[in-house]
């Protein structure tokens, strides 16, 4: 009995040590577990063009910031070369995917008004991505300032069924009004989207191609409705009938109405609509080419009215509205990419703007003539998510003395 007694004795006492040991053990194991643990991995940005694809390249480190859940932004590379002193080192590219989640613009903030901007239509999810609804997938109005930088929301006050109007879209010269037009069935819906109080006016809803055109005050505007033209006063929401000179290039500016379209540039006074005078580049073709092919088919005129482009079928052109004077650019030979595609001009006429989800800037020389090959042209991918984007339209034109690129010697 006293033999056995000692065994037992001395076999708990071995549990006992033993037991001890193994949890000594294992806290010192879970110890070092968790000193050795990794950080989560980052999530990756990615081509949502090709969310679905096994082949999908993602993003990760500085060049991938998200900004909510669903919505990110992809810098591209370093574009910065001795050879581009004006580039920026890096640009923005914007995946949107739910648009509640982004900032609208706001007018009281005032750094978004510290470089000229554009605004155009955008559906922010296409039909194949897996997140996509009908609210993301519709038109919605939304801007950027010209460098790429700061993307907002404007407004997303229309049906998601809403087909936009390509040809005409116009801020007021204060930023706070967004007129507009676009199509839901029949009707061709003319509207005005007021910033500050979030509401929406309609102006309109008859077929035809319209014309959007603000006050220099803006405290009216005139736009089409139909064959008709209108002017609404903002105050007073009185809107009358008028014979006023309209197209998708026309300006009021220090009092005076500047309309570009056919052959030329009429001036007008702009509260008595009496012309003052005109320009009309290709007059001394008129015996020797056919007006068809004198018209100017694509026009653009610089939000201060100084300077309107014109391209027809044989030449582009240049015109000096204050000078009455322009420049006349071969579409053939060296001139050939002068001044070849422009949909915005700046206030000083030098520089060029086109494209929306991919944005192409050129700036040229002090004689208007050349491009500054090696540091006055920019182009890069803005849109990274959704299906179109369309009708860039430049606004806030002064700011930043007008100027889209940051060019050192700009001689």
Known sequence: MKRTTLSIALLSTVMLLTGCGEESNQTSNTATTQSVEKEPAQKACYDVGETTSFERKDVTGPRCQWRSEH???????????????????????????????????????????????????????????????????????????????????????????????????????????????????????????????????????????????????????????GFKRYKYTLATGIKEEVDVPLSENTVIVDGKLINAAGLGVGVYDAKTLKRLYTILPEKEFEDSVDIEKRIYRQIAISPNGKYVWGINSYRKVLINVEDKTWLAFSKEGDEKKVYDKVVNISNNGRETQVGAAIITIKHYGSDYRYELTGKGRQSWKVIQSGQNTITPVLYNADANDGRFLEIENDE
């Open 71 to 225: 919505n990110f932004i992809v810098y591209s590379e370093d574009l910065s070369k001795p050879e581009y002193p004006g580039t920026l080192p890096v640009k923005p590219g914007y995946a949107v995917r739910r648009a509640k989640e982004w900032p609208r613009e706001d007018l009281s903030d005032a750094s978004s008004y510290d470089k000229p901007r554009i605004q155009f239509w955008w559906n922010n999810v296409s039909s194949r991505d897996p997140l996509v609804n009908d609210y993301e997938n519709g038109y919605k109005i939304w801007s950027v300032k010209i460098d790429g930088t700061d993307l907002r929301l404007v407004t997303d006050d229309m049906p998601s069924t809403a087909s936009p109007q390509t040809f005409m879209m116009s801020r007021s010269p204060n930023n706070r009004y967004v007129a507009y037009a676009y199509s839901y069935g029949e009707p061709l819906i003319k509207a005005i989207f007021d910033l500050k109080t979030q509401q929406t006016i309609q102006l309109g809803s008859a077929r035809t191609k319209p014309y959007l055109v603000w006050a220099d005050d803006s405290s009216y505007i005139y736009f089409s409705d």
